[in-house]
């Protein structure tokens, strides 16, 4: 039986972790987020853990390879799963490259790169909406939320493209109510 391997992306505020919660629920997948990742390998001080937490104290980015290690990582700890959902992975073309091929080699690819989609405008007031009740600093400041948005735009949303060329891209419109939307994304992956 093969995998649901799903990627959830969008920019920030696009509602990634409120649709996240239902896809788990809707379709048994096991959420991969590599910020839980690495938290989680940091905690047990794991050899990736502790190769990571070294990189990141330097005020660099976690290489391509330790993240794609936390993620064998975890999808061999739950093998019998119906799917995973991967979310803020891969955020670069090396990172999708390298995903695909772990899963290739498992015969597991990715079967959907769902990007929910929201203009700009929305994405911010929805932000500082956000800020108001959840006390997240960067969500706050309508400068920053801005700047967000923007790289988002420039760097991770390239991605688009890898996955099209693929046939795995589908646009989903994320704006509307959470259950409008949430069909949406039931009806995209058929």
């Known amino acids: 039986m093969s995998k ?3 990627v959830l992306f969008g920019p920030p505020g696009a509602g990634k972790g409120t649709q996240s ?3 788990i629920k809707q379709y048994d997948l096991v959420h991969l987020s590599t910020g839980d990742l690495l938290r989680a390998e940091i ?3 794991t050899e990736l853990g502790l190769a990571a937490r070294e990189l990141m104290d ?3 980015l976690v290489a391509d390879h330790i993240v794609i290690g936390m993620i064998r990582n975890k999808m061999e700890a739950f093998n019998d799963a119906a799917g995973f959902i991967f979310d803020g992975f891969p955020r670069t073309e090396a990172q999708a490259k390298a995903l695909d091929a772990m899963l290739n080699a498992k015969s597991e690819p990715i079967v959907a790169m769902l990007s929910l989609e929201v203009p700009d405008e929305e994405l911010v007031k929805r932000l500082l909406e956000r800020g108001k009740s959840s006390g997240r600093v ?3 400041d309508e400068v920053t939320a801005r700047k967000r948005i923007s790289v988002y735009a420039k760097e991770t949303a390239p991605l688009k493209e890898y996955y099209k060329a693929q046939g795995k891209y ?5 704006v509307g109510s959470i259950a409008d939307i949430t069909g949406r994304l039931t009806k995209a992956l058929g």
Request: net charge negative; proline share 0%.
């Open 138 to 140: 960067d969500d706050q």
């Open 4 to 6: 649901l391997n799903i």
């Open 43 to 45: 905690k047990a001080e």
């Open 170 to 174: 589908k646009a989903i419109d994320g």
């Open 21 to 23: 919660e239902f896809l």
């Open 58 to 60: 330097q005020g660099e």
